[in-house]
């Protein structure tokens, strides 16, 4: 991945170690447009849940900004 940016929003998983708008955040969900979850929901478009390290969560709508950080 060129400078380590997702290709698609196939590629990010929990857990990853990720950079979004200057700020270090680990993956908490990752929901994928037209995907039924666990639960059955169905997202209408791609996002992504963050966390850091204060439980404090956001939300990236644009996979292609957030950078996958080399563990």
Same mark, same amino acid.
Do not use: E, P, S, W
């Given at each position: 991945m060129p400078n380590n940016q997702y290709q698609t929003p196939y590629h990010i998983g929990v857990g990853d170690l990720v950079s979004? %708008?200057?700020r270090v955040y680990y993956v908490l969900i990752n929901y994928? &447009?037209?995907?039924?979850?666990? &639960?059955?929901y169905i997202p209408a478009s791609n996002r992504t849940?963050?966390? %850091?390290?204060? %439980?404090?969560?956001?939300?990236?709508? %644009?996979?292609k900004e957030l950078?996958?950080?080399d563990a």
């Open positions: 979004f %708008n200057d994928i &447009k037209g995907q039924i979850d666990a &639960k059955g849940v963050l966390i %850091n390290n204060d %439980n404090q969560r956001i939300m990236c709508h %644009n996979y950078r996958l950080i």
